[in-house]
C-alpha cells in the first residue's frame, strides 16, 4: 500500500521567507512517481512537478526547488522569497507506474504568505 | 496544453434529483480519467477510474450504483450522482491522464461544488 504524510497541516510566513514543504512517501514499487500540486483558493489543481523515482536530481524552476531523497523517502518543497499569491494548499501525491497508476494524496499543507 | 475543463462548476439541487458532471480534456486524448471527491478542508479521495470504452474501476466503500460513470470517448467522462443527498454535497474533481512522453502525469479540472439541500 502507498502512503504519502504532510505533517505540516498549516504555515504562515512573512512575504520574502523562505518556506519548505515536507513530504514523506511509503510505498513497495521499485519505480514511482512524484507529484506536487498547488490548489488556490478557487479550487483547481495546479501541476507544479513530476518527479520519476530513478532521478534524485534537485530541480529548480525560478522560485520553487525541489529536494528528492530516496535514502530518506522524502520529497520536499522549497519556495524562495515566498509571495501573497503563494498563499494555497499545496499536495503532495505518489503514483505507481504500470497499472492504473492512481494518485495517493498526502493531506495537503495550507500555506499562508502574510504581506 | 494539457486543459481539463469540469462542468458545471457549480450545482445546487434538491434531495432524490439525479446530477451529471462532465470532464473534458481540450487540447489532448485521455484514455484514462479518474475521479475524486474533496470534503472541506481535507485532501482528495480517488472515487474510481474510468476507462475509454469500458466499465469504470470504483475504489472500495464507492458505491457505483450511486455514482453512475461514463467513458464515452476519449475526450470526454461523465460522473452521474443518482438520488442525491445531502451527504453526497462535496467538491468533486476529476482529472485526466495525457499520453505521449507525459503520459504519466494527471492533469486536473477545476472541479464541481455540488449542494444537496
Known amino acids: 500500500a502507498q502512503k504519502v504524510t504532510q505533517a505540516q497541516t498549516e504555515i504562515s510566513v512573512v512575504e520574502k521567507e523562505d518556506v519548505t514543504l515536507d513530504c514523506v512517501y511509503e510505498t513497495r514499487d521499485t519505480t514511482y512517481y512524484l507529484f506536487w500540486y498547488k490548489q488556490p483558493p478557487s479550487g483547481e489543481l495546479v501541476f507544479l512537478i513530476r518527479r520519476n523515482s530513478f532521478d534524485e536530481q534537485n530541480e529548480i524552476s525560478g522560485r520553487y526547488s525541489w529536494n528528492f531523497q530516496k535514502s530518506t523517502s522524502s520529497f520536499n518543497f522549497t519556495i524562495t522569497a515566498s509571495q501573497v499569491v503563494d498563499s494555497a494548499v499545496y499536495f503532495c501525491?505518489?503514483?505507481?507506474?504500470?497499472?492504473?497508476?492512481?494518485?495517493?494524496f498526502g493531506s495537503g499543507t495550507r500555506l499562508q504568505v502574510q504581506p | 496544453g494539457a486543459v481539463v475543463s469540469q462542468h458545471p462548476s457549480w450545482v445546487i439541487c434538491k434531495s432524490g434529483t439525479s446530477v451529471k458532471i462532465e470532464c473534458r480534456s481540450l487540447?489532448?486524448?485521455?484514455?484514462?480519467m479518474f475521479w475524486y471527491r474533496q470534503f472541506p478542508k481535507q485532501s482528495l479521495m480517488l472515487m474510481a477510474t474510468?476507462?475509454?470504452?469500458?466499465?469504470?474501476?470504483?475504489e472500495q466503500g464507492v458505491e457505483k450504483d450511486k455514482f453512475l460513470i461514463n467513458h464515452a470517448s476519449l475526450t470526454l467522462s461523465t460522473l452521474t450522482v443518482t438520488s442525491a443527498h445531502p451527504e453526497d454535497s462535496s467538491f468533486y474533481i476529476c482529472?485526466?491522464?495525457?499520453?505521449?512522453?507525459?503520459?504519466?502525469?494527471?492533469?486536473f479540472g477545476p472541479g464541481t461544488r455540488l449542494t444537496v439541500l
Open positions: 474510468s476507462n475509454e470504452g469500458s466499465k469504470a474501476t470504483y
Open positions: 501525491a505518489l503514483s505507481e507506474k504500470t497499472g492504473r497508476r492512481a494518485l495517493t
Open positions: 487540447d489532448f486524448q485521455a484514455t484514462t
Open positions: 482529472s485526466a491522464r495525457e499520453g505521449g512522453l507525459a503520459a504519466d502525469t494527471q492533469y
